[in-house]
Nanobody
Framework: QVQLVESGGGSVQAGGSLRLSCAVS???????VGWFRQAPGKEREGVAA??????DYADSVKDRFTISQDSTKNTLYLRLNNLKPEDTAMYYC????????????????????????WGQGTQVTVSS
């Protein structure tokens, strides 16, 4: 069982930045962990994923968001730069339940179904 707790959301103006954190109860070594988001009325979508040091991003956030992790603190991060109103959503961190396989791509349809462990979410609101 893996527990995840997000923090760091907030309200910013377009062009601003935020850093989200996710405390993970277990080791993330060779375990895929990632960030997802869900806007009202929309499906949950993959944002970014990391397996050890290998990262992948959804096309919509590439070059603006950066995923990283600190294995000494068992903490996952997501740096959000140049935020846009369309980035407004509840952001969740999630972990896979198997050790070894690399991450599926965040753009893959239904990718969220491959992650059984979820945090409670943190809200990001971007105003124009």
């Amino acid at each position: 069982q893996v527990q995840l707790v997000e923090s760091g959301g907030g309200s910013v103006q377009a062009g601003g930045s935020l850093r989200l954190s996710c405390a993970v109860s277990g080791s993330t070594y060779r375990r895929c962990v990632g960030w997802f988001r869900q806007a009202p009325g929309k499906e949950r979508e993959g944002v970014a994923a990391i397996w050890n040091v290998i990262t992948d991003y959804a096309d919509s956030v590439k070059d603006r968001f950066t995923i990283s992790q600190d294995s000494t603190k068992n903490t996952l991060y997501l740096r959000l730069n140049n935020l846009k109103p369309e980035d407004t959503a509840m952001y969740y961190c999630a972990a896979r339940n198997i050790i070894g396989p690399m991450c599926p791509h965040p753009n893959d349809s239904g990718v969220h179904s491959l992650f059984p462990y979820w945090g409670q979410g943190t809200q990001v609101t971007v105003s124009s």
